[in-house]
C-alpha cells in the first residue's frame, strides 16, 4: 500500500497516510477539522533490478573505465609517458 502526504491548507498541518489505491483521498482536516485537507503531490520511488544495465547506470556507483582517458595518451606533466610540449613554451 502507498504512503500518501497530506497537507491541510487552513492550519498548515502535515500528516502521511497509509491508503490502498482504491481509498477515496481523506478531505477533512484531523487536526482542524477544515475540509481543505488535501494529498500533496510527490516524486515516485523506484529502484533498477536485474541484469542488463550499463556500468554507467545507478549500478552500484562504480565508475566505468571508458570515462577515464588512458594513462599512456598524457604528457609527462599529466602523469603520463612521451615528449612533453608544454616544456618547449
Not at 475540509?35 to 550499463?54: C, E, M
Request: hydrophobic residues 25%.
Amino acid at each position: 500500500m502507498p504512503i500518501y502526504p497530506y497537507r491541510c491548507e487552513s492550519c498548515g498541518f502535515e500528516k502521511d497516510h497509509l491508503q490502498k489505491l482504491s481509498d477515496p483521498q481523506i478531505s477533512v482536516c484531523p487536526e482542524c477539522g477544515s475540509h481543505s485537507y488535501a494529498r500533496q503531490l510527490t516524486a515516485a520511488g523506484f529502484q533498477l533490478k536485474g541484469g542488463g544495465w550499463y556500468e554507467t547506470d545507478f549500478k552500484g556507483g562504480g565508475s566505468s573505465s571508458a570515462s577515464k582517458p588512458a594513462k599512456e595518451s598524457l604528457p609527462p606533466c599529466a602523469g603520463g609517458t612521451g615528449a612533453c610540449g608544454c616544456a618547449n613554451n
